[in-house]
């Protein structure tokens, strides 16, 4: 079955970066679209980037654009989240998302009957 693993969060400083990365088992991962979602205090679970079947199909969210990156390696089964000058209001459980009817760019108005990893938590504090 879908199995994903995310790692990769933890504290960081206002302005500094992390990397989240998401293994994936358990299915054709290049058939499916991946996505990466967060929970922020007080706030439902939202979109925030999507990267579809295609080398190009990339999404984000108003927040996460310009600011985070998205990228995914089908040799490894891994897709991964760069973020960058990270900001207090980014605080939250990220969480990854594999889809194999959705697109990404629908992906951008919320998730579907995928599969969802654990998530992992990222604070940022100073």
């Known amino acids: 079955q879908v199995q994903l693993v995310e790692s990769g969060g933890g504290l960081a400083q206002p302005g500094a970066s992390l990397t989240l990365s998401c293994a994936a088992s358990?299915?054709?991962?290049?058939?499916?679209?991946m996505a990466w979602f967060r929970q922020t205090p007080g706030k439902p679970r939202e979109f925030v980037a999507s990267?579809?079947?295609?080398?190009?199909?990339?999404h984000y969210s108003d927040a996460a654009e310009g600011r985070f990156t998205i990228s995914r390696d089908n040799a490894k089964n891994m897709v991964a989240l760069q973020l960058d000058s990270l900001q207090p209001e980014d605080t939250g459980v990220y969480y990854c998302?594999?889809?194999?009817?959705?697109?990404?760019?629908?992906?951008?108005?919320?998730?579907?009957?995928?599969?969802w990893g654990q998530g992992t938590q990222v604070t940022v504090s100073s």
């Open positions: 358990g299915f054709p991962f290049s058939d499916y679209a």
């Open positions: 998302y594999a889809d194999r009817v959705m697109t990404a760019w629908a992906l951008k108005r919320g998730p579907a009957a995928g599969s």
């Open positions: 990267f579809g079947r295609g080398p190009s199909d990339i």
